[in-house]
């Protein structure tokens, strides 16, 4: 019997594999995971799941018994160390060695390290998977015990200070205010959000995490963590210095391409696969955060024509995509990627990418409300839409994109104008 | 426990056993019913888990948030009986709830 491998057991893997069973992949399917559990969803980890409102069993994407029905069978807490493409195999930790006739890397992406002194301390964490979540929520837990929140170190609310102002960072400040201990955000850059989105989206989430009570210091630049076993202290470049119980860094993410590039696979900020999702090997395909791949749709925002993304959704339909092709059918990757963050009240959902524009129009007021979109454009053809608690313009932005028409910038930011007369 | 209909928009139908506390979608992504993406699990942030409640059903599975109904009237093929399958939770209530899925959900 054929058998089809799957390395990673997060979301790509988690669609990859009832995928193929539709369509009609006959052959074996396992899945080889070093994490301890089945897929599960990462966005509620620095959000419900962060503080508590859900389960282990309530994060799981399906239920074992679901890939059992289909043939499914799982290798968990095993790390794949070596892949032998010439001989179709590949050889785990423990030195077993597996034979494969397809290959599917679904490797996905680990968090940026920062070599600084002090940050192997306990107490310092970073955020990816459901163990790093259990054990921030533990430590909180120990330094809270029986009096609200009160730090191990001073006595008073505990100190929490969160390095890097992006969307983890942003979305675990604001769960942890939800247990009301104290949040810093340290940024390095003079503004949170500054690789991903405009000044003005920038400006707007500084605003509202300030009226939520987090403290955020950009032009921050982390030199060093203090403590005797357990962190106490995180000291800036600047001098400037900030109580600590708990360390959070969110740096970003590096995408696990070791395997692939060590088997001879191309890899360019990720594996390099084509439209099919196909690796430079015929055989091994990948898909996900681990991915470098080509896009036709945004051929105005990429450089060299490639993109690696790191969401659900492009895991989700890159997966399907791979599904087809080792199904001999052809379901080229063409889609337009978006994503979504959910902080306190605000609900943002962005459409397309924003890479590469030149002008930028805000609809609503950002400056005073809690609500509004920055419309992303360059040469007047939308690229992107951040909308924050506008679910209508979001929908009507990625029919927009999908349908590649032309909206005046005027019309855009008119609130008088009903978004989906754009459509017209 | 529950059992949800669900038919696709080609007429194929499947059944299946949902959880008390579950969702309509969460039960058609645990048992790989296709038409439902849920891309973004149920936070209400993606309409791709969009569905059409059955007439007689209609009236017991609750009304729809104001992001839910915003989103309903931007999805593809909205009908009166439009509700996004993440935002329903199932009760004991909901036992041979049939639901009926979108040719597509984009
Ligand atoms: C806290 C947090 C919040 C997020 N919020 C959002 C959000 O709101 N919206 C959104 O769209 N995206 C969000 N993301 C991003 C999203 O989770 C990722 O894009 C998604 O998980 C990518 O799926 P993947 O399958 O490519 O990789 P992953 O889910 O990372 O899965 C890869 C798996 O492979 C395993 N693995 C790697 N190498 C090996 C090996 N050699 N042997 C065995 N196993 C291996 C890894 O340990 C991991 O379990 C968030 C991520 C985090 C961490
Ligand atoms: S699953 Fe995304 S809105 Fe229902």
């Known amino acids: 019997m054929q058998k089809v491998i799957i390395i990673g057991s997060g979301h790509a893997a988690a669609q990859l594999a009832p995928s193929l069973r539709k369509q009609g992949w006959k052959g074996e399917i396992l899945i080889i995971g070093d994490e301890a559990y089945i897929p599960y969803q990462r966005p509620p980890l620095s959000k419900e799941f962060m503080v ?210 060590e088997a001879g696979l191309l890899v360019d900020n990720g594996i390099v696969v084509d439209e099919f999702g196909q690796t430079s090997v015929s055989n091994i395909f990948a898909a996900g955060d681990c991915t470098s791949h080509p896009n036709a749709l945004l051929a105005d925002s990429l450089t060299n024509g490639r993109l690696r993304l790191e969401s659900v959704p492009n895991a989700m339909e890159q997966a399907k995509t791979v599904a087809a092709s080792i199904c001999g059918q052809s379901l080229p990757y063409a889609s337009y990627p978006w994503f979504w963050s959910d902080q306190y009240d605000l609900k943002l959902q962005i459409a397309g990418l924003s890479q590469g524009f030149d002008q930028v129009v805000i609809r609503g007021d950002h400056k005073n409300s809690r609500s509004f979109v920055a419309w992303y454009l360059k040469q007047g053809k939308l690229l992107a839409a951040d909308c924050v608690n506008r679910p209508k313009e979001f929908l009507v932005a990625k029919k927009l994109l999908s349908r590649g028409d032309i909206v005046d910038p005027d019309k855009l930011v008119d609130e008088s104008i009903d978004p989906k007369t754009f459509l017209q | 426990m529950p059992v949800i209909h669900y038919i696709q928009a080609d007429g194929a139908e499947y059944e299946a056993d949902v959880a008390v506390g579950s969702t309509v979608m969460q039960g058609a992504v645990d048992n790989m019913i296709d038409g439902i993406l849920a891309e973004c699990g149920g936070s209400c942030s993606c309409a791709t888990c969009h569905c059409y409640v059955d007439e007689a059903w209609f009236g017991k599975v609750g009304e729809a948030g104001a992001t839910e109904k915003t989103m309903i009237e931007m999805a593809m093929d909205p009908q009166p009986t439009s509700r996004l399958s993440c935002q329903i939770k199932v009760t004991e209530e909901l036992d041979g709830l049939v639901v009926r899925l979108p040719e597509s959900q984009y």
């Open chain 1, 52 to 261: 508590g409102k859900k389960t282990d069993d309530e994060i799981l994407i399906r239920p074992l018994s679901a890939y059992g029905q289909h043939d499914i069978s799982f290798k968990l807490n095993e790390t794949v160390v070596k892949l032998n493409p010439l001989e179709n195999t590949l050889t785990l930790s423990t030195g077993e060695s597996i034979g494969y006739d397809r290959l599917a890397l679904c490797t996905g992406a680990r968090t940026r390290k920062i070599p600084i002194p002090g940050s192997e301390l306990e107490g310092v964490f970073y955020l990816r998977t459901i163990d790093d979540v259990k054990g921030i929520k533990h430590t909180l837990d120990a330094g809270i015990k029986g009096r609200a929140k009160k730090s191990v170190n001073t006595g008073d609310s505990a100190n929490v200070v969160i390095v890097g102002g992006g969307y983890i960072g942003l979305e675990t400040a604001a769960a942890l205010r939800k247990i009301g201990v104290h949040v810093t955000i340290l940024e390095m850059q003079d503004r949170v959000l500054a690789r991903v989105t405009a000044p003005e989206v920038s400006e707007f989430y500084q605003r509202v995490h300030a009226e939520e009570g987090v403290q955020i210091h950009i032009d921050s630049i982390v030199s060093h963590i203090e403590g005797e076993g357990q962190v106490s202290v995180v000291h800036c470049k600047s001098g400037e210095r900030f109580d600590a119980d708990l360390v959070i860094i969110g740096v970003g993410v590096v995408p696990n391409v070791e395997l692939a590039e």
